[in-house]
């Protein structure tokens, strides 16, 4: 069984930067396919961004040209630099691992976008 533990998230200024960082204690982390996703208060959960291995990068349309989804084989992390932050962009964000039926989830993280 794998723990993600997520951190980063918080309050920034629309048109500000955060970088979410996610710690995978799982073995063979180098075969799981990492993704964010993020869910806004009554909306449902969505895929921000995807990186499987071999692949190039996975993004939802509304954040294309501003997050940059990145992995660290050797560290076991997963990292989410978003740029240009909007209002809409505000969310608990999830980080997420899929392999197989292996399929985990983080606790989430707390992105607020206000001025």
């Known amino acids: 069984h794998a723990q993600l533990v997520e951190s980063g998230g918080g309050l920034v200024q629309p048109g500000g930067s955060l970088r979410l960082s996610c710690a995978a204690s799982?073995?063979?982390?180098?075969?799981?396919?990492v993704g964010w996703y993020r869910q806004a208060p009554g909306e449902q959960r969505e895929l921000v961004a995807l990186?499987?291995?071999?692949?190039?990068?996975n993004y939802a349309d509304s954040v294309k040209g501003r997050f940059t989804i990145s992995r660290d084989n050797v560290k076991r992390m997963v990292s989410l630099q978003m740029n240009s932050l909007k209002p809409e962009d505000a969310a608990v964000y999830y980080c997420?691992?899929?392999?197989?039926?292996?399929?985990?989830w983080g606790q989430g993280t707390q992105v607020t976008v206000s001025s």
């Open positions: 997420n691992l899929r392999w197989g039926l292996d399929n985990y």
């Open positions: 990186l499987t291995n071999g692949n190039s990068p």
């Open positions: 799982i073995n063979i982390f180098a075969l799981y396919e």
